[in-house]
């Protein structure tokens, strides 16, 4: 059984190092693995790291215990509606994205999403950013407040954009998603699915359109598909840190601070700022030679 959870291990090991920060396990998969969490110390150890794995990158919530599961519950079967048409009206932008917000919380779709105590995560601070952050979708901590990149993971991205000479008020924060994908686990966060991201890619489209950003940053590993589609060879370690473009706005795929919670190296957090770097120069931000700095390697 040990051979069985270290096999697992070392697979869960060995995507982190390629950029994958998130996996779902189904429940078969977790019960069978069960009995190996209970056999040692060893083993519970090595349980908690999976556990943070299996919580989708993001700082683990303490395990619950055993809800019961109901496949219903699960939307990743459940063919979803065609994606909404959205027509901005005029007005100004904050009219506009007023309206939009509305369209979404009088989204019947939307609505069924949530769980009990879940709000819709629409976005957040400046109409008028020159930089629109884009994450995957909200987590518990979002849903329970309706706003993207908190807890822990939002507390990191804080501090990037301060080091950024940025505040949270200065850029605009959304998801691909605007809920919390739910899943039937007692505990964590799921990715969303393909068709998720695309239902609600409208949203998201007329949100870049009244805040017209300069650039664009992905944030997790499921925007890559999510914002330019699916493809077999395109993954964030083949295109994290170069320039895409999504519907003509430059758009940079890089790590969720959520990664860079667990991958606190200085190769990779200099890999996230390199990221940022390019981004405020993209944009005419100056940089300080104090900022082209962080986390090299001291001479
Ligand atoms: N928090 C978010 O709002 N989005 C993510 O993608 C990750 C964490």
């Not at 369209?103 to 769980?115: D, G, H, K, N, V």
């Not at 994908?181 to 799921?190: A, E, M, Q, V």
Request: aromatic residues 8%; contains cysteine; proline residues 9%.
């Amino acid at each position: 059984m040990n051979d069985g959870l270290n096999a697992v291990y070392e697979e869960l090991k060995r995507l982190r190092l390629e950029g994958m920060d998130r996996v779902f396990i189904n429940d078969n998969t977790l019960e069978q693995l069960q009995p190996c969490v209970n056999q040692s110390t060893a083993s519970v150890a090595s349980a908690i790291d999976l556990q943070t794995a299996v919580n989708s990158g993001r700082v683990p919530s303490p395990p619950a215990p055993k809800a019961p599961t109901s496949k219903k519950s699960n939307p990743i079967d459940a063919p979803l509606p065609e994606p909404p048409i959205i027509k901005i009206p005029d007005g100004d932008a904050t009219q506009r994205m007023q309206w939009l917000k509305e369209q979404i919380e009088a989204s019947p779709f939307c609505q069924e999403q949530l769980r009990k105590n879940d709000t819709l995560v629409f976005g957040s601070g400046s109409i008028n950013a020159d930089i629109f952050f884009c994450g995957e979708a909200p987590g518990e901590e979002e849903a329970d407040n309706g706003i993207p990149f908190q807890g822990k993971a939002g507390e990191l991205l804080t501090k990037i954009l301060s080091a950024m000479g940025l505040t949270r008020e200065s850029v605009y924060m959304t998801n691909i998603l605007k809920w919390r994908p739910k899943h039937n686990k007692p505990y964590g966060n799921r990715p969303p699915t393909q068709e998720e991201m695309n239902y609600c890619l409208p949203y998201l489209k007329a949100q870049i359109e009244i805040v017209q950003p300069k650039v664009i940053i992905a944030l997790g590993n499921a925007t890559v598909p999510g914002l330019l589609g699916p493809a077999p060879d395109r993954n964030m370690s083949e295109i994290q840190g170069t320039w895409q473009s999504f519907g003509g706005t430059p758009v940079i795929f890089t790590f969720q601070p959520s990664y860079l919670l667990f991958n606190d190296t200085m190769k990779t957090k200099r890999m996230a700022w390199e990221d940022m770097l390019k981004a405020m120069e993209k944009i005419g931000l100056p940089i300080s030679e104090k900022q082209q700095a962080y986390f090299l390697p001291k001479q």
